[in-house]
């Protein structure tokens, strides 16, 4: 009998120590004309990957788009060409840890550190002096909060914004409802790092799932773009790491609300109202409370945490009639 156990382990604990280091899944082709077409800066010795498309003639309008969380840049192409059609220049990133960026392990990832990349872009592209429109989702909501700060503040390096449009973020952490897989990873100290190593594709898709509406889930294609993207540079690795941003929503809560309820800046909120990470009405209520200045547009009742990919037209047409209102 311990002869077979023997046996066993030596066939199950290879396969094991296989399973845990898959690679990543080849690109699919939309994903490699994504990378293909965009550039790489560095930010204290980590390489950031940013998209830029220009597009319409005659505007001087610029536009940058903060993605959210666990995903990249590529959650905005079902509305980049109808953002090139409007704005001059149309910017997006993957933020340090997501996307095609660098992923260091054992790094102190911060909202305060993408924010600074955000402002690094901008330099790089040579846009320091020209008014900036921000838009953004999730955990994109959140860096924008803190860009937001630290013009109202104007802080040195500061990004000179023209507007800002937020979209189904925990821009409250009050009424954030963090999925469990993101409780525990946050939270779950040494075993964190086990639980990242065996996340896969199933369980990944799954999760993502469920913060879609039942009529606008993503294709199969559509969840391994994802999937993808996460696991490109290990990024299964360090998304523990990545999550203790809910913790610091809640330590800066007063310093990133209040950049909003203070802002001299044109405001708007896209919502997806069948949310379960922000949930209607207690999210929206808390927003027209607080954010008296923002305006808002709620989409349909069926549009839940991407709005950005669950409607597309509906997203941006709402994000363009904020625009041409000022």
């Known amino acids: ?21 898959i690679p990543p899944p080849n690109l699919s082709p939309a994903l490699f004309t994504w990378r293909s077409t965009g550039a790489f800066f560095t930010f204290q010795e980590q390489q950031i990957f940013y998209k830029e ?20 840049s590529y959650d905005w192409y079902k509305v980049w060409e109808g953002l090139t059609q409007r ?51 999730d955990y994109g909501d959140t860096v924008a909060q803190e ?18 449009c937020l979209s189904n973020g925990g821009i409250f952490p009050e009424t954030h409802h963090p999925r469990l897989i993101q409780k525990l990873l946050k939270d779950g100290g040494i075993f964190s790092p086990l639980l990242t190593r065996l996340m896969n594709f199933y369980f990944f898709s799954k999760s993502i799932g469920e913060v879609f ?51 001299s800046v044109p405001l708007h909120l ?30 349909d009742d069926h549009i839940s945490h991407y709005p950005q990919l669950e409607d597309p037209t509906g997203f941006l047409n709402a994000y363009l009639s904020f625009i041409n209102s000022f």
């Open 270 to 299: 896209i919502y997806g109202p069948l949310d379960p990470v922000n949930p209607h009405p207690e999210f929206l209520d808390q927003y027209k409370k607080l954010i008296t200045k923002s305006t808002f547009t709620v989409l």
């Open 147 to 164: 860009i937001l700060y630290r013009y109202e503040q104007r802080r040195q390096g500061h990004i000179n914004i023209g507007s800002l």
């Open 87 to 137: 704005f001059q220049r149309v910017i997006a990133l993957d933020f340090i840890g997501f996307g095609f960026s660098d992923k260091p392990r054992f790094h102190r990832y911060s909202i305060f550190e993408q924010a600074s990349i955000v402002e690094a872009l901008i330099s790089h592209l040579g846009l320091s002096d020209q008014k900036v429109n921000l838009l953004s989702h």
């Open 53 to 72: 498309s220009w597009g319409a003639v005659g505007s001087s309008d610029v536009v940058v788009i903060l993605h959210g969380f666990p995903t990249s």
């Open 1 to 21: 009998m311990k002869e077979w156990w023997i046996q066993v382990g030596l066939i199950t604990v290879p396969l094991l120590a296989v399973y845990l280091h």
């Open 213 to 263: 509406g039942p009529h606008t889930q993503p294709s199969e294609a559509e969840y391994w773009d994802m999937w993808i993207t996460l696991r490109i540079n290990d990024g299964n690795l360090v998304v523990d790491s990545i999550l203790q941003y809910i913790n610091q929503r809640r330590k800066y809560r007063e310093r990133w609300v209040g950049a909003l309820t203070n802002s």
